[in-house]
């Protein structure tokens, strides 16, 4: 019963899957994953690495929080459940190699393409699909190179993972604006689950978003850390986070 498993437990608990920031492991019920948030922190594709204590837990805990809070806004995500410190339980998805960037505001790697002003908010959210492959860079893709490179059998799911998209996006701008921040950009993660169905997977927070003080422009997401900031600036940052989301001091 992984209901009454200590934590202690859970590294017993076979690896099926492990990424930068995550290890995903097998649990009892084939239908469940157990998601396990590290304290790594990385950026430029992982070239750039560093541990971060406390961070698996700030990670995993806002993750869970904003999941639950887009069940309940009727967004279908992978979430079942939080355990302490830093574990996540989900419902097992085939994982769909794209990220969907959804941008309200110009910053990051829009700016460093495009002709325009670095935080101008857009005339309206922008959402962008990269392919998940740090060898060739996550290339940008459009809407039919998803279709024909076979990722999604048709333009109609195309439309429907962006219409979810922007779905998230209204419920997490006006969520977090309720708190003095700015969504300004995130990235999402989309799969299957074993009805076809499709769902939000992976993370939701201060590595896949970026989040602006309301009032000051403060940066409460990795950027500090892209930006070559102290590791304790970082942590602060990451706290800081945490505190205005959850609202309360983060157990770390
Ligand atoms: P970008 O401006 O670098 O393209 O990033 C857009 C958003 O996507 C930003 O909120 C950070 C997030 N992101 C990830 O979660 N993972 C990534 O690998 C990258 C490049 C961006
Ligand atoms: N997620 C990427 C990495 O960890 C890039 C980034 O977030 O900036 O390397």
Request: glycine residues 6%; contains cysteine; neutral net charge.
């Amino acid at each position: 019963m992984w209901e009454v498993m200590l934590p202690q437990d859970f590294s017993k608990l076979e690896v099926i899957g492990e990424g930068k920031t995550k290890i995903v492991r097998r649990m009892e019920n084939p239908d469940l994953v157990l998601l396990e948030f590290k304290d790594a922190i990385t950026a430029l594709d992982g070239e750039k690495k560093d541990t971060l204590t406390g961070k698996g837990h700030i990670n995993a805990r806002i993750s869970s929080f904003l999941f639950e809070f887009l069940s309940k806004e009727g967004v279908p995500t992978h979430y079942v459940s939080f355990i302490e410190p830093n574990y996540m339980v989900v419902r097992r998805l085939k994982m769909l190699p794209v990220e969907i960037v959804c941008r309200n505001i110009a910053a990051g790697s829009f700016t460093k393409k495009y002709p325009v002003k670095a935080g101008s908010r857009l005339k309206y959210p922008v959402v962008e699909y990269y392919l998940k492959d740090d060898l060739r860079h996550d290339p940008m893709m459009n809407e039919d190179h998803i279709v024909v490179l076979g990722i999604l059998p048709s333009i109609e799911e195309v439309k429907e993972i962006k219409e979810l998209t922007l779905k998230v996006n209204k419920s997490l701008s006006n969520f977090l604006d309720s708190k003095g921040i700015t969504l300004v950009d995130f990235k999402l993660e989309f799969g299957k689950d074993k009805d076809g169905k499709i769902c939000i997977g992976d993370e939701i927070n201060g590595d896949s978003m970026r989040l602006w003080d309301k009032e000051t422009g403060r940066v409460l997401d990795k950027d500090v850390y892209r930006q070559g900031k102290k590791l304790s600036e970082v942590l602060e940052t990451y706290r800081e986070c945490y505190k205005r989301i959850i609202g309360e001091e983060p157990k770390v």
